[in-house]
């Protein structure tokens, strides 16, 4: 049974960078495709971005020009990291995947874990 | 983007009641939506995709369905372990984009 956990810090100053880990065990990191999902009371379920085990990456176009998703197989984490936060982007961030490469669903979660952005 | 709506936003139900929630894309997504539960607290879990495909453990009084860009998601006789929030999802295109949700309640 995979299970995800997301970790990194949980306060983030406003203009600074999130970053966030996911450490996959379980199962292989390989073979998948790996996302982050956001959820805050203002907007709901929000996907942000994925990488495959080919490390292609897809983005939110509404968060491309901050956010960069990367995978490190021999550790089986994936990261995220998002640039010049604001409080629109306190939320829960998720980790999940997906059962193959490509567009698709995502079959297992992280817990996830609040993020805020204050001073 | 394609935008994805969702009704009703709220339902209230007895244990036993046959419940349905209705899902609708901006756009044709085939059939290239998930449905996901979440309980206060917790991750969403799937429970369908493909539109009508029932994940591997999930309780078959769940059961999903489509016509052209209208999807819908059947409890067939609700639990009380169903109170949650119901959320479906396409994957047809980038961005994949979420539902605001439909919360059930029981009665």
């Known amino acids: 049974q995979v299970q995800l956990q997301e970790s990194g810090p949980r306060l983030v100053k406003p203009a600074e960078t999130l970053s966030l880990t996911c450490t996959v065990s379980g199962g292989p990191i390989n073979y998948y495709y790996w996302s982050w999902i956001r959820q805050s009371p203002g907007k709901g379920l929000e996907w942000v971005a994925s990488?495959?085990?080919?490390?292609?990456?897809n983005y939110n176009p509404s968060l491309q020009s901050r956010v960069t998703i990367s995978l490190d197989t021999s550790k089986t984490q994936f990261s995220l990291t998002l640039t010049s936060v604001t409080a629109a982007d306190t939320a829960v961030y998720y980790c999940?995947?997906?059962?193959?490469?490509?567009?698709?669903?995502?079959?297992?979660w992280g817990q996830g874990g609040l993020v805020t952005v204050s001073s | 983007d394609i935008q994805m709506t969702q009704s009703p936003s709220t339902l209230s139900a007895s244990v036993g009641d046959r419940v349905s929630i209705t899902c609708r894309a901006s756009q044709s997504i085939s059939s290239w939506l998930a449905w996901y539960q979440q309980k206060p607290g917790k991750a969403p879990k799937l429970l369908i995709y493909?539109?009508?495909i029932l994940q591997s453990g999930v309780p078959s009084r769940f059961s999903g369905s489509t016509s052209g860009t209208e999807f819908t998601l059947t409890i067939s006789s609700l639990q009380p372990d169903d109170l949650a929030t119901y959320y479906c999802q396409q994957y047809s295109n980038y961005p994949f984009t979420f539902g605001p949700g439909t919360k059930v309640d029981i009665k």
């Open positions: 990488i495959s085990y080919t490390t292609r990456t």
């Open positions: 999940a995947r997906s059962p193959t490469d490509g567009p698709n669903y995502f079959d297992s």
């Open positions: 493909k539109a009508s």
